[in-house]
């Protein structure tokens, strides 16, 4: 890379390294690139490197030597968005912190409809798994099998099912955040009715990374659908679409709720 290295921040550079192994940190620009690289091919950035922790544990260890060493920090789920939200477009000392090792649904309750799982897991493994357990994960978008749990909570993804069950943000029921001092907020909650205290997790959905790093979530559960009918439908106005949406959200069965 192009970019200058004062002793600080080499010094963190190998404090990384250290901590995360060679498994956890990329350096070569052929093993970064894709990682640097918008998804539409149209932009590269610069990075001292890639850390890719294997555990919130290490999430927090990179963070807190990235803070102390004045590095600049891009989190990255499945790195599928079109704004270049997920990868470094500023030259100063900065590296990509990818999610992607992260991988593991913690813990899945069919009873409770409720499912725990990390950042980095693809919200098509999480759909499957729901699935499985007769249970339906409602996000749905057309990047279900690379997004990620982490990247579609940090931008408040929406997908094609936002009508019936609303965007991502109204999937959650906790959340587990790395804050920038390296501090781990533990709020994995899988309880509806809790009225005690701040909702934290709502400042961190949408916040694109910025106010910290999503490491894990609670999220709830719907009934899986038994029937599914598909319709196509003709309507002569907008005012027309909009009574027909009306009178099928009214047809439609269980309401949009936790």
Not at 41 to 48: K, V
Request: charged content about 20%; aromatic content about 4%; some cysteine.
């Amino acid at each position: 890379m192009n970019i200058h290295t004062p002793a600080p921040v080499a010094e963190a550079i190998g404090q990384l390294k250290q901590t995360l192994g060679p498994k956890g940190w990329l350096e070569e620009e052929s093993d970064t690139l894709k990682y640097r690289s918008d998804w539409r091919g149209g932009h590269i950035g610069e990075a001292l490197g890639v850390a890719r922790p294997g555990s919130t544990d290490a999430v927090s260890a990179v963070v807190r030597i990235c803070h102390g060493a004045g590095i600049a920090i891009t989190p990255q789920g499945g790195n599928t968005g079109l704004v270049l939200g997920s990868i470094p477009t500023e030259r100063r000392p900065s590296i990509v912190l990818s999610l992607d090792r992260m991988t593991t649904i913690r813990s899945l309750d069919a009873d409770n409809f409720a499912l725990v799982a990390e950042a980095g897991c693809i919200i098509k493994q999480v759909q499957n798994a729901a699935a499985e357990v007769g249970r339906l994960y409602p996000l749905s978008l057309a990047s279900e099998g690379s997004s990620t749990v982490g990247g579609t909570l940090s931008t408040n993804a929406g997908g094609n099912n936002t009508i019936r069950f609303g965007n991502a943000r109204e999937q959650v029921l906790g959340l587990e955040v790395v804050l920038a001092d390296g501090t781990v907020i533990d709020g994995l909650n899988t309880l509806r009715k809790n009225n005690t205290g701040y909702d934290l997790k709502q400042l961190f959905i949408g916040a694109e990374g910025t106010l910290g790093v999503i490491t894990a979530a609670a999220m709830r559960l719907m009934p899986l659908p038994r029937v599914r009918e598909t319709a196509l439908l003709a309507v002569p106005d907008p005012e027309a679409a909009q009574t027909l949406l009306a009178r099928a959200r009214e047809l439609s069965g269980f309401p949009r709720a936790h």
